[in-house]
């Protein structure tokens, strides 16, 4: 909750003063399809993904009238040095492939483009959406 939460709670309190004088800006948040997912063992992770995402939705609607978007992005597992141990347990990487239509699991470098379409004057009229990026 700390991480996933509080973390983002605070430093939104933090920069919002200084996004205000600077006028239009962006805010992106790092969601997760585990907020609408029921992984198994992910009780903690999602209930703090869920809880994040209402905050950056209350978040929009609080500063849209600041000029400020806040949005969030939700990649699905992505190969990463965090997941690489969990990957690593025998048969998971394969587990999880198989229920992705694509048949990979994400690199960070499938995350960027998304992330710049929010931050990008594209989506000015975007705000208080989760985009999620799991290939299906």
């Given at each position: ?18 996004m205000k004088k600077l006028g239009r800006e962006k805010m ?71 229920k992705v239509p694509m048949g990979r699991l994400a690199i ?29």
């Amino acid at each position: 909750m700390q991480v996933n939460l509080q973390n983002c709670f605070w430093l939104g309190q933090i920069v919002v003063e200084g996004m205000k004088k600077l006028g239009r800006e962006k805010m992106v948040f790092f969601s997760s399809v585990s907020r609408v997912l029921a992984h198994p063992h992910h009780g903690a992770y999602a209930a703090s993904k869920g809880a994040m995402n209402q905050l950056m939705k209350v978040r929009a609607v609080d500063w849209a009238n600041k000029g400020i978007c806040v949005n969030a992005v939700g990649p699905g597992y992505a190969e990463t040095p965090l997941t690489q141990k969990y990957l690593g347990l025998p048969g998971k990487k394969e587990e999880l492939i198989e229920k992705v239509p694509m048949g990979r699991l994400a690199i960070p470098q499938d995350i960027v483009g998304p992330v710049l379409f929010l931050i990008s004057p594209r989506s000015d009229y975007v705000t208080g959406q989760v985009l999620l990026v799991d290939r299906g």
